[in-house]
């Protein structure tokens, strides 16, 4: 009986399943399968960065994670990193960012060359192992600057002159391409002052740059020369044809003294033919024969192909105070080269130190030619400007040739002091067409000279008159007298030569003070322009200066004047972005003055006008500024007798216009993603 019900429960077993396996899915729970695995982190940039962007212009990055695990919370977001070549890579801030966050990327202000590549990249914070990269080209400004420039500047090594003149070929990316160059300066290996001429060839890593306030950097490479190797020029944008710059290197183990020098560069015309007709001239420098300040002007006359004859062509000299007037000269000069450079050899017979001297000439177009001495010997070591007279060759016959209004600026050297640069004047006179000077105001200084009469260091700030006559012979030569000075500058009667261009021209100047008939020797050059009659004294401007208070500093910088308050931001050797501010009164310097206008200098950060080894604590200086035209003029400090420490200022000022933005064509965007 037990068997039997055994045997039933088996088989109702079997039944039972066998119904179970026919409705399993109505009484049984299934298996449950593995979980799907978790999406895996990405990142991404969202938008995409520029392929370039331009120096200075901060651009917001933004990346964007997916599948972060920590949802938001400590451990997520963006981690930012910069890197380049250089090291110069600009900032990113913040440097870490949520998920849609933008960063900011702000290039480098200054680059070494055109272009700089900057890698940036976006790491995972919750797995660094994800990150994202963009390669961005950061760009100059350097495509507004393309062709060949004429360049010159004069200033001191140490206390002896220094001056630089010559052609660069920029080829609008950032690169200096070729060109040539002729230098005076102290040899630092031999111990002896020296001109050389050098070629700078392709290849040699010269390059400029331009940031986007017009203010830029010049490196010229010179590997064939050990005395030179390389010079380094700050310089302001003006237009795409014309540049102040001014070369302040920084000093080096290898120097015991450095160059300053102030100047411009000008964009050459390519169609340049041998000079020929009337040129006139100044040059300022050192005379090797004596060892004596010098500065020498006049009239050139080429009549015939690369001949200068004794027809029409008239020198002045001024030695250490001294005159030689009204000499005869000759000579000749050659065809340009394949960059513009002419050769002028000079022949004046009554100079009293050299008879014979070369000069070379690097012309910026048919009318102007920048000129420094070539011979290591000759003269000295002279340098100036030099600009035709064309069809107005020979024909000032009588003083009505020299009428109108005359804004002039004159530096040189007070023979009292000997160092270049510290014999200032800046003023504004009116010949009348008939032989007399009137409504002059001029702000004339001595750095170190002491006045005879009141013992006191000489400022000249004040009106003065005086007479004229041109010289019948048709050269252009204009020698005239500024007297009619007040109390207590009594015998300062100074001699300025004025050599005219005509055709609405500037004329050239000459200073002197004769030590041997004056109690005010003096020497110098300069040019004076054409007065327009209709002045204010207000927008967008560059400016070069130099000042000079027992070591010599030359600057560029850019200036911004809102009436009547004036800005900017000055470059200096290495002090560069140092601020100033300053201000100046809508009122003349004198009744007499026309566009004359009494203002201040004062720093921001630094010293903003003079080189970091300065040992002057306060900065600020006043100054006046005569207005050429409403694009252009000349200011001069002012203030010498209020100082302790003697300083004077010279600079010049014109529109700046800023640089068009670089475009972004041929740009590269290089992204990797890992």
């Given at each position: 009986m ?49 392929a ?35 090291g ?60 060949n ?15 630089i ?36 060839p392709?290849?040699s ?11 830029g ?16 020029f ?12 001014a ?47 010098t ?82 010997g ?98 252009g ?143 600020s ?23 302790s ?7 010049y ?19 990797r993603?890992?």
């Amino acid at each position: 009986m037990g068997t039997k019900r055994w045997i039933l429960f088996i088989l109702m077993a079997a039944l039972t399943s066998a119904i179970a396996g026919c409705n399993s899915g109505s009484t049984v729970n299934p298996q449950n399968p593995a979980p799907p695995p978790p999406a895996a982190l990405t990142i991404a940039f969202q938008p995409l960065p520029p392929a370039s962007v331009p120096v200075s212009s901060p651009t917001p990055i933004t990346a964007v994670i997916t599948n972060d695990s920590s949802n938001g919370g400590t451990g997520s977001g963006v981690d930012w990193n910069l890197t380049c070549a250089s090291g110069n890579c600009g900032t990113i801030l913040p440097e870490h960012s949520s998920s849609g966050q933008a960063t900011t990327y702000t290039p480098p202000s200054a680059l070494a060359g055109n272009v700089e590549i900057v890698n940036i990249v976006g790491f995972a914070t919750a797995d660094p192992t994800k990150n994202v990269l963009a390669s961005i080209n950061v760009t100059a400004y350097g495509s507004n600057l393309s062709g060949n420039y004429v360049f010159h500047a004069e200033g001191a090594e140490d206390t002896l002159p220094y001056q630089i003149a010559g052609v660069i070929v920029l080829d609008g990316n950032g690169n200096i391409t070729g060109g040539e160059q002729t230098v005076n300066l102290l040899n630092q290996i031999s111990g002896a002052f020296e001109s050389h001429t050098d070629t700078i060839p392709a290849g040699s890593g010269s390059s400029y740059f331009l940031g986007p306030d017009g203010r830029g950097t010049i490196t010229i490479n010179l590997p064939g020369d050990a005395a030179i190797i390389q010079e380094t020029f700050s310089f302001v944008f003006l237009s795409n044809s014309h540049a102040l710059i001014a070369e302040t290197p920084a000093p080096s183990t290898a120097a015991v003294n450095v160059p300053s020098a102030s100047g411009t560069m000008d964009l050459q015309d390519s169609t340049l033919t041998s000079p020929l007709a009337g040129y006139a001239f100044v040059m300022n420098g050192s005379d090797f024969a004596s060892g004596e300040p010098t500065s020498i002007g006049g009239i050139l006359n080429i009549d015939s192909p690369n001949t200068i004859s004794g027809t029409g062509s008239v020198v002045d000299q001024n030695l250490a105070g001294f005159a030689s007037e009204n000499q005869p000269s000759s000579g000749t000069v050659t065809n340009p080269d394949n960059f513009g450079a002419v050769t002028f050899n000079l022949n004046v017979p009554a100079f009293p130190s050299t008879t014979a001297f070369s000069v070379e000439g690097y012309a910026v177009d048919a009318t102007h030619i920048r000129l420094i001495e070539n011979d290591n010997g000759g003269l000295g070591a002279v340098a100036g400007l030099a600009l035709s007279q064309g069809s107005a060759t020979g024909t000032f016959l009588d003083d009505s040739a020299f009428s109108g209004t005359y804004v002039f600026g004159v530096l040189g050297i007070d023979p009292a002091s000997g160092l270049p640069a510290t014999f200032t004047s800046a003023g504004v006179v009116s010949p009348d067409g008939a032989g007399n000077l009137t409504n002059g105001f001029t702000d004339t200084i001595f750095q170190a000279f002491i006045s005879p009469t009141t013992g006191l260091p000489v400022q000249i700030s004040e009106t003065f008159a005086g007479t004229y006559n041109v010289s019948a012979t048709g050269t252009g030569r204009v020698h005239s007298v500024f007297n009619g000075f007040s109390s207590p500058n009594e015998g300062f009667d100074p001699q300025y030569f004025f050599y005219l261009a005509g055709n609405g021209n500037p004329a050239l100047v000459l200073a002197f003070g004769n030590a041997g008939l004056s109690n005010y020797p003096l020497i110098g050059s300069g040019i004076a322009y054409p007065q327009s009659a209709s002045l204010t004294f207000s927008g967008n401007y560059g400016l070069s200066y130099t000042q000079q208070n027992g070591t010599e500093y030359d600057g560029t910088a850019q200036m911004n004047v809102t009436p009547p308050s004036l800005s900017g931001f000055a470059d200096v050797g290495i002090n560069v972005d140092q601020s100033f501010s300053g201000n100046f009164s809508s009122s003349s310097c004198s009744t007499t003055a026309v566009g004359c206008f009494s203002g201040s200098f004062s720093t921001g950060s630094g010293s903003a006008f003079q080189g970091s080894n300065n040992n002057i604590p306060n900065v600020s200086f006043t100054a006046d500024f005569y207005m050429i035209d409403q694009t252009q003029g000349f200011f001069v400090e002012n203030d010498l007798t209020q100082q302790s420490l003697p300083q004077v200022s010279f600079g010049y000022f014109a529109t700046s216009v800023l640089p068009s933005a670089p475009s972004p064509a041929g740009a590269l965007l290089k992204r990797r993603r890992r």
